[in-house]
């Protein structure tokens, strides 16, 4: 236990083991030996001996080792540039359906609007879709770079 809480501690603060003052250990420790420890004990993902200060990985801890590697800050610009483009796309088109949902009801009669109310919905709609693909397309991790 002793030495997961310093390495932890190291890399909260950015130094090595050896840099590492008592307080800064102590700071790691107690909420490990107190409380995340034995919640992962709890759930299976190790196995720890709190009276030893022993602790084991299981078999569950695989399922949790993709997100104990290195932060990829190239992969996360992706994934957050994917994110918005599918956000811009899903409004877009949920503006169409609502567009299109508004003229057929009021065609077919099932919604009394009168046709100025009706059209500036509509064009409010496909505003608030520009403003928001612009929007999205202003932020450098939504660019394009082919």
Known sequence: MRDIAEHVAAL???????ELTSAQRQ?????????????????????YNKSRGIVRSTDRLEIFRPHLEPYDDAASADADRSIAVHFVNDYYATAIAAST??????????LALPGVMLGTI?????????????????????????
């Open 101 to 110: 949902s508004l003229l057929v009801a009021s065609m077919l009669g099932l």
């Open 12 to 18: 909260e603060h950015e130094t090595t083991v050896r």
């Open 27 to 47: 700071r790691v420790y107690i909420p490990l030996y107190q409380s995340h420890l034995p919640k992962l004990d709890k759930k299976g993902v190790i196995e």
């Open 122 to 146: 509509i064009t409010i709609l496909f505003v608030l879709a520009t403003i928001g693909t612009s929007y999205g397309y202003s932020f450098p991790w939504a660019r394009t770079t082919e």
